[in-house]
């Protein structure tokens, strides 16, 4: 089984969105949003990577992990 797109558990999820304030987008989610947690997301087509975000964008980010590095990066320099 591809362990790249797996989902984080969405009850471990909701405690972490309800103790750090809501986060209103998803970095690397299923095209379909089917792994999706917070209800915007970016995809392989619509990528993360290629987005400029808001100061006030809160971004979740649970990336593929064999390319988690250009998400980390792109955020930083995003927010710098």
Not at 37 to 43: A, D, G
Request: proline letters at 8%.
């Amino acid at each position: 089984q591809d362990k790249s797109d797996w989902i984080f558990d969405p009850c471990l999820f909701r405690e972490f969105d309800q103790c750090f304030r809501p986060q209103t987008l998803d970095a690397a989610a299923a095209s379909d949003g089917s792994n999706a947690q917070p209800s915007r997301f970016c995809h392989k087509s619509d990528s993360f990577l290629h987005k400029a975000l808001a100061e006030e964008e809160r971004v979740w980010m649970n990336p593929p992990y064999n390319n988690m590095e250009p998400f980390f990066w792109h955020y930083l320099a995003s927010k710098a």
